[in-house]
């Protein structure tokens, strides 16, 4: 077994190391504290009590209601449910607009959806990630039931300007999901004066455990539920609640809440200090929307003359952690969507690779990890002596 010690962290988007707290308030709902919720003695009330402190705690992250919180499963749970639950609402509204660097846990779903007969129109971005607000308000029809875009790209860090996009779905008398995986607990949010009808988080990317995440209804918004059975969640979501894994969600909101300025400030210096001395000691080397604004803990890197599976396959000997792209991506041959979104070539895409920090991240891991990578592309361009760089060639 791979311990922590023993390796260099880079992959915070893909999952992050739980907190101690977080281990430490959970543990007691997975041994002495196993009642059910919903049972009417005692022993099941205090684990109600639980779940209400949870959803308080997640509420105060995310700035709004504790009512306005809906614990799932995951985020892409709670992605499908705000597709769902808006189609749902209205059936002469079966149009949705959504935007082609999407999750796959949206892209995917708008897909399927697709094919079942829902019209998707998918709007584009440009070299640096960003939307075209005026293309995506054209897109907008009277048939339009929801648009769905991403607070943070998952791959690049870029942000979209949600506020702006839920101001637009207002005026047009259109749902807005934004799904913010990525971005709760790394940029601030308040939801109590948006417009935003509702957002996805989870767990495991803000230290808390994998399989639990929340979706936000704004309290004004209507809302149809896509599981059934229990009047668990307000009637939102059926289904015995997953106690220990809410309870660490709640701690791991809490926790980030006041990592916040940690986030803006240590973090994004580690990624700084990366992206700096990568661009210094790598020539052919460039950022993926790296002229947009972004989350503080996120570089995309093109890499010119390698592959990203061959150096990902290399830094994985040396015990760095890093993908080339999303997680949900891994073992896929073709290069990443949302690059080519970008107009990258194929090639482009195929070098890139992203490294994501976290506050559990130092600076003696970023130097080592510099210097590591900078020996890893080096030996891959010597290998391919077509794909050599020139010395003038640093970007």
């Known amino acids: 077994m791979i311990s922590r010690e023993q390796i260099i962290y880079l992959d915070n988007n893909a999952t992050t190391q739980l907190d101690p707290a977080v281990i430490e308030e959970m543990l007691p709902y997975l041994t002495d504290y196993y009642g059910n919720p919903s049972s009417g003695y005692a022993f099941g009330a205090q684990v109600r009590r639980a779940i209400d402190l949870a959803r308080e705690r997640v509420a105060a992250l995310l700035g709004c209601e504790p009512g306005e919180i ?3 499963s995951c985020g892409t749970e709670a992605n499908n449910a705000a597709l769902n639950s808006a189609l749902q609402l209205d059936p002469a509204r079966q149009h949705i607009v959504t935007t082609a660097v999407e999750h796959s846990a949206t892209f995917r779903h708008c897909e399927v959806l697709s094919k079942r ?17 005026e293309e995506l308000e054209s897109a907008l029809t009277p048939q339009t039931a929801i648009i769905s875009a991403m607070w943070a790209n998952n791959e690049t860090g870029v942000l979209f300007p949600v506020e702006k996009i839920a101001e637009i779905a207002r005026r047009k008398r259109v749902l807005f999901h ?21 957002l996805s988080l989870s767990a495991h990317k803000l230290h808390g455990p994998k399989g639990v995440g ?35 969600l709640g701690k791991a909101a809490e926790c980030a809440m006041a990592a916040l300025e940690d986030e803006e400030t240590r973090v994004r210096a580690l990624r700084d200090r ?63 969507r949302v690059l080519r979104a970008m107009k990258l070539s194929d090639e ?34 010597a290998l391919s002596p077509a794909a050599r760089m020139p010395e003038a060639a640093a970007v």
Not at 214 to 242: D, I
Not at 356 to 371: G, H, L, P, Q, W
């Open 70 to 72: 809906v614990f799932t």
């Open 117 to 133: 007969g829902c019209l998707v129109t998918t709007v584009g971005v440009d070299g640096e990630g960003n939307l075209d607000l």
């Open 178 to 198: 934004t799904d913010a995986i990525q971005a709760a607990g790394k940029i601030p949010i308040r939801l109590a004066n948006s417009t935003i009808n509702s």
């Open 214 to 248: 929340a979706l936000y209804v704004n309290k004004r918004s209507a809302f149809r539920p896509s599981l059934l059975g229990g009047s668990q969640e307000n009637n939102r979501r059926a289904g015995t609640e997953n106690v220990a894994s809410i309870v660490a």
């Open 274 to 336: 990366f992206e700096t001395s990568v661009l210094e000691r790598v020539p052919g080397s460039s950022v993926n929307g790296g002229r947009a604004a972004r989350l503080p803990n996120t570089t995309n890197f093109s890499f010119a003359g390698i592959q990203s599976d061959a150096a990902l396959m290399m830094l994985d000997r040396e015990r760095i952690c890093c993908s080339a792209g999303s997680a949900c991506r891994t073992g896929a041959i073709e290069s990443s």
């Open 348 to 381: 482009g895409a195929r070098g890139s690779m992203r490294f994501s920090f976290s506050r559990f991240n130092t600076e003696a891991e970023v130097d080592k990890a510099v210097e590591i990578l900078a020996q890893v592309i080096a030996k891959l361009r």
